[in-house]
């Protein structure tokens, strides 16, 4: 009977570890945020606020002065921190994951995966929620999204400790309009 209790305590202890395996918690540590083609829109703020010890939360807002009609394109690369160069910068390397989503497309049936994986991340936090066209916004945002509920949202995804990053650049007749650069710590798998 002894034994039958050892082998249990093993395989608890084992599902135990294999579930904190999958549980992500990160850290938002800056965010960049640039618009490339002033005439159709401006960075009206892009910040990362501390909330507390282990908690904040990032926030940014770009002002549309064109209303972005069609052929509205979003790229996005996941990066993990590399070694640093020889003038100290830091080598961003692509991390898995590197896409072009057609937003219009998108929007009426979220046909990409990791897209719809990406925008579940902002899910209730932005404007970005709508097909094409956006001629009424007068900005897009992502306003006040924790770092602990992103972390809710990662639950699964195979990302050691680290630093990465996530660069996306919008674009508009093949044009791009907007960069953003989110970057964070994976503090615990």
Request: aromatic share 14%; charged share 20%.
């Amino acid at each position: 009977m002894g034994n039958l209790a050892g082998k249990l305590f093993g395989l608890l202890l084992c599902l135990q570890c294999l579930t904190e395996l999958h549980g992500v918690l990160i850290r938002f540590t800056n965010m960049t945020c640039e618009s490339k083609d002033l005439s159709m829109g401006t960075v009206e703020y892009c910040e990362v606020n501390t909330l507390g010890r282990t908690k904040n939360s990032i926030r940014l807002r770009y002002t549309l002065l064109k209303p972005l009609f069609k052929d509205i394109w979003f790229h996005f690369q996941l990066m993990t921190k590399g070694t640093e160069s020889l003038d100290g910068a830091l080598n961003w390397q692509p991390f898995l994951y590197a896409m072009d989503v057609d937003m219009c497309r998108f929007w009426k049936n979220r046909y990409n995966y990791l897209a719809r994986k990406v925008f579940e991340l902002i899910e209730g936090f932005s404007n970005l929620n709508h097909s094409c066209p956006y001629s009424k916004e007068k900005f897009i945002a992502i306003d006040d999204i924790t770092n602990t509920h992103v972390s809710s949202k990662l639950h699964g995804m195979p990302m050691a400790k680290g630093f990465y990053s996530l660069f996306t650049k919008w674009s508009t007749a093949n044009v791009t309009r907007v960069q953003t650069n989110f970057y964070f710590e994976v503090l615990s798998v």
